[in-house]
């Protein structure tokens, strides 16, 4: 009898909560609608994912490789040979433009979902248990935060294996601490507020704790942080291709750029073989930084109340 009154009102619960999730959701979109930048940069960065998953169907994989493309004229300007020409190879420029905007979006997106983990993972347990824990964890955090970013990237990249996994490591392994300190800031407030008092007041173990209370107040500030994040792990996988230490095997916009370099495409008046990148670039860092910008002013209760 009890089992049979009891689910019901657990159904409805559940029910509740989803009902108000959805019209949080609805309401930030609705905001988010209302931000003339951070709708361009979500159209923008729809259509450089579009191109990216339709690459397959726009351009062969053959024509990243020298050997398939020794018919091709070499240095062919767009005029001559389109769409976008070829390069010293004979590669076409828009095959690898397509390829390897399926690299380095996903390099960049792996990479700041692992950052986002574990600066979040710290973020948390620091600010949450305090004591000793947070002494070890944000003593681990300072000394990241003490070496210059991008040498010790290089560095790392420089040690292990050019592959893109190990790319995606070296990124979250140097970018994390910055999340972890702003995790840990938002936790310290969460955790002294009131209903949280009286959760622990009533017995709720740690788990309930995190995962009730801590966890969903932090969710916004770590969504608007990862598209904050994902311009950064972009540009360092390009740096790092860009340097010869990206994976060697596949196309990404920054190895492009490396490979222009090599080949003296500025010597050869080829803009169209580095141009189209660096654009590439831009233009998915600009969109990102617009949709992360919006979204942090929608999330965050301080910056909508100076808005």
């Not at 540009?235 to 490979?259: H, I, Y």
């Not at 930084?289 to 002013?297: H, K, N, R, S």
Request: hydrophobic share 50%; aromatic share 10%.
């Amino acid at each position: 009898m009890t089992a049979e009154v009891a689910t019901p009102r657990v159904v409805g619960r559940r029910r509740i909560v989803w009902i108000r999730r959805r019209r949080a959701l609805s309401r930030v979109w609705r905001m988010y609608r209302a931000s003339k930048p951070g709708m361009i940069g979500l159209v923008v960065l729809l259509v450089f994912v579009v191109l990216a998953f339709a690459a397959p169907a726009l351009a062969s994989s053959s024509g990243l490789h020298a050997i398939s493309t020794v018919q091709n004229p070499t240095w062919a300007s767009p005029s001559k040979f389109g769409p976008l020409g070829t390069d010293n190879l004979g590669r076409t420029i828009g095959a690898q433009f397509l390829w390897g905007s399926r690299i380095s979006l996903f390099v960049g997106l792996a990479a700041t979902l692992l950052t986002m983990l574990i600066g979040s993972v710290v973020g948390i347990a620091a600010g949450f248990f305090g004591g000793r824990i947070e002494g070890v964890l944000m003593r681990i955090t300072e000394w990241f935060l003490v070496i210059p970013f991008l040498p010790l990237a290089i560095v790392l990249a420089s040690v292990l294996s050019r592959s893109l996994f190990n790319i995606i490591l070296v990124i979250a392994i140097t970018s994390w601490p910055f999340t972890a300190r702003l995790i840990r800031a938002q936790v310290l407030s969460v955790k002294e507020r009131g209903y949280v008092d009286r959760s622990r007041a009533l017995g709720a173990s740690r788990w309930h704790l995190t995962t009730r209370h801590i966890v969903p107040n932090v969710a916004p500030l770590i969504l608007a942080n990862t598209t904050l994040t994902v311009p950064i792990a972009i540009l360092t996988e390009t740096t790092l291709s860009f340097l010869g230490l990206g994976d060697p095997s596949r196309a990404s916009w920054g190895k492009m750029l490396n490979e222009a370099f090599d080949a003296g495409a500025i010597g050869q008046h080829a803009w169209w073989y580095y141009v189209p990148p660096g654009l590439g670039i831009m233009l998915v860092v600009l969109a990102f930084t617009l949709c992360g910008q919006a979204l942090e002013e929608i999330l965050n209760p301080r910056l909508s109340e100076r808005a």
